[in-house]
């Protein structure tokens, strides 16, 4: 978004709305620092500022000033909890609400796998809130064309565009110089540990059996204590924990897979195994607000752990139709999701006049 924004020619300010609830010793200076280095203006808490809290938001605020074009809001936990300290502070900026992905969605879908009554609930108070900022916004950012189709049900009177994210297409290693499968995901991210702990419980067994010279290789910052145990009982189970350059990794694997059973918005391991010419295979949940070919949903996606193990196997054994996939993904990725129709979608949107408003 900030890449696309300067590329724009915009004069960027951000507000990193955590920081302020952090003490000095909790909080990292290192995003910051990228971003100053390319022109944009970083309003975090000095060293010496322990957890200032709304009043050094505020004192931010006041510091950007009131004569801006437009402010963007992320999460509606974090700048959508503060839509109208920001309202307030920039009266006649067009608000534009970046949902990251539609939070309601992915709370709703975790209770409902759970069974969790007071998680429902929760859901549904998040639900509200989101709505409400979706609402009262001038615009919405949507990274899901799902979740476009989804608001435009909910709440056809708002204005939503879809903002497909960006991934640079590599030109990847050949199958036959390839081996192992892979996961990608930050642990921090409640899915992701569902994910694989459904697959190393459900898939794993009967995979390993299938092909056992396959390693499957776990990446993420903040493994969990299980995970590692079991690598430890597992010699076959590689937890890699966060790399700094997924490239190196992904120019070994032969597979990825996305087994999510929940979540919302697009996936980016998705997008960043596919634009590595590294086919993924996932759930339909991992799937969705994808623009996918009938012939890539058919090679690549599935949802019971037989036809999940069934299609890591094919891939995994099959040159020809290994190829036919990352064929699909670098297609997909130079129509949807180059860096290119991020800028356009973001133009429009910015180009929005909020006549009536």
């Given at each position: 978004?900030?890449?696309?924004?300067?590329?724009?020619?915009?004069?960027?300010?951000?507000?990193?709305?955590?920081?302020?609830?952090?003490?000095?010793?909790?909080?990292?200076?290192?995003?910051?620092?990228?971003?100053?280095?390319?022109?944009?203006?970083?309003?975090?808490?000095?060293?010496?500022?322990?957890?200032?809290?709304?009043?050094?938001?505020?004192?931010?605020?006041?510091?950007?000033?009131?004569?801006?074009?437009?402010?963007?809001?992320?999460?509606?936990?974090?700048?959508?909890?503060?839509?109208?300290?920001?309202?307030?502070?920039?009266?006649?900026?067009?608000?534009?609400?970046?949902?990251?992905?539609?939070?309601?969605?992915?709370?709703?879908?975790?209770?409902?796998?759970?069974?969790?009554?007071?998680?429902?609930?929760a859901a549904g108070v998040t639900r509200d809130n989101e709505l409400g900022v979706i609402r009262r916004a001038d615009g919405t950012l949507v990274v899901s064309s799902y979740e476009k189709d989804l608001l435009r049900q909910e709440l056809p009177e708002a204005h939503v565009v879809?903002?497909?994210?960006?991934?640079?297409?590599?030109?990847?290693?050949?199958?036959?110089?390839?081996?192992?499968?892979?996961?990608?995901?930050?642990?921090?991210?409640?899915?992701?540990?569902?994910?694989?702990?459904?697959?190393?419980?459900?898939?794993?067994?009967?995979?390993?059996?299938?092909?056992?010279?396959?390693?499957?290789?776990?990446?993420?910052?903040?493994?969990?204590?299980?995970?590692?145990?079991?690598?430890?009982?597992?010699?076959?189970?590689?937890?890699?924990?966060?790399?700094?350059?997924?490239?190196?990794?992904?120019?070994?694997?032969?597979?990825?897979?996305?087994?999510?059973?929940?979540?919302?918005?697009?996936?980016?391991?998705?997008?960043?195994?596919?634009?590595?010419?590294?086919?993924?295979?996932?759930?339909?949940?991992?799937?969705?607000?994808?623009?996918?070919?009938?012939?890539?949903?058919?090679?690549?996606?599935?949802?019971?752990?037989?036809?999940?193990?069934?299609?890591?196997?094919?891939?995994?054994?099959?040159?020809?139709?290994?190829?036919?996939?990352?064929?699909?993904?670098?297609?997909?990725?130079?129509?949807?999701?180059?860096?290119?129709?991020?800028?356009?979608a973001l133009a429009q949107l910015l180009r929005l006049d909020a006549a009536g408003r």
């Amino acid at each position: 978004m900030i890449h696309s924004l300067l590329r724009l020619g915009c004069r960027v300010s951000f507000l990193a709305l955590g920081e302020y609830f952090l003490s000095s010793e909790q909080r990292d200076a290192s995003a910051a620092a990228v971003y100053r280095s390319l022109g944009v203006r970083c309003l975090t808490p000095g060293h010496d500022a322990v957890s200032p809290g709304w009043d050094g938001i505020d004192d931010a605020l006041r510091q950007i000033g009131p004569d801006i074009d437009t402010c963007i809001p992320c999460r509606v936990c974090c700048g959508g909890a503060a839509y109208d300290r920001l309202r307030a502070a920039f009266p006649a900026a067009r608000m534009i609400f970046y949902t990251c992905d539609l939070h309601f969605l992915r709370e709703e879908r975790a209770a409902r796998l759970s069974g969790d009554a007071a998680a429902l609930k929760a859901a549904g108070v998040t639900r509200d809130n989101e709505l409400g900022v979706i609402r009262r916004a001038d615009g919405t950012l949507v990274v899901s064309s799902y979740e476009k189709d989804l608001l435009r049900q909910e709440l056809p009177e708002a204005h939503v565009v879809h903002l497909a994210f960006p991934r640079p297409s590599a030109e990847g290693v050949r199958w036959e110089d390839r081996k192992n499968i892979g996961f990608i995901g930050n642990f921090g991210h409640r899915p992701n540990e569902d994910a694989v702990c459904y697959f190393l419980d459900h898939v794993w067994p009967d995979l390993s059996a299938k092909v056992p010279e396959c390693k499957f290789l776990i990446v993420g910052a903040g493994s969990p204590d299980w995970l590692i145990e079991r690598a430890q009982d597992d010699a076959r189970l590689v937890v890699l924990g966060h790399v700094p350059d997924l490239t190196d990794v992904l120019k070994t694997l032969r597979v990825t897979v996305a087994p999510l059973r929940y979540g919302a918005g697009t996936k980016g391991k998705v997008l960043t195994s596919l634009s590595h010419g590294v086919p993924c295979v996932m759930t339909s949940v991992a799937a969705e607000g994808f623009d996918f070919g009938s012939q890539l949903r058919e090679l690549a996606v599935a949802d019971l752990p037989q036809d999940m193990a069934n299609a890591i196997v094919a891939l995994y054994t099959q040159a020809s139709r290994w190829e036919t996939v990352v064929g699909h993904g670098r297609d997909l990725i130079l129509q949807n999701h180059t860096p290119e129709k991020l800028d356009a979608a973001l133009a429009q949107l910015l180009r929005l006049d909020a006549a009536g408003r």
